[in-house]
């Protein structure tokens, strides 16, 4: 007999595939702006936040700064502060997140032939 402290057995697809490590993945990525965060992020070898905001007109900044401050918890985002004054910083994509961008490609493909 399960514990009632324990968390649940996962549960999977009827062919065994488990998709419960997509949870955090897909949490992360469905919130708003965050796909196209990393697609604008990953164009380049860096932005400043000024720039990332002219590139996603649409989004607020707190937005923008909650996404990447999340993005820099979950690692795919390196944020950069060099001590210069102004202050100055810099996002980049980290490995991983280069990873999560070159997934997304072929979603975007078959998202595009939908429409």
Same mark, same amino acid.
């Given at each position: ?27 992360? %990525? $469905? ?5 196209? !965060? +990393? /697609? ?10 000024? *720039? ?15 996404? %990447? $401050? ?5 690692? !795919? +985002? /390196? ?10 910083? *810099? ?15 072929? %979603? ?8």
């Amino acid at each position: 007999m399960a514990d009632a402290t324990s968390p649940p057995e996962p549960t999977c697809d009827v062919d065994g595939t488990c998709y419960c490590p997509l949870t955090g993945v897909v949490d992360t %990525l $469905s919130r708003k702006y965050a796909m196209q !965060l +990393v /697609s604008i992020v990953g164009a380049h070898d860096s932005l400043r936040f000024g *720039e990332i905001e002219a590139h996603l007109t649409s989004a607020s900044s707190s937005t923008i700064s909650k996404r %990447l $401050s999340e993005f820099e918890e979950a690692g !795919l +985002v /390196s944020r950069t502060q060099y001590a210069e004054i102004p202050p100055r910083v *810099e996002y980049a994509l980290t490995h991983d997140g280069h990873e999560v961008r070159e997934r997304l490609e072929p %979603l975007l493909q078959w998202a595009e032939k939908q429409a």
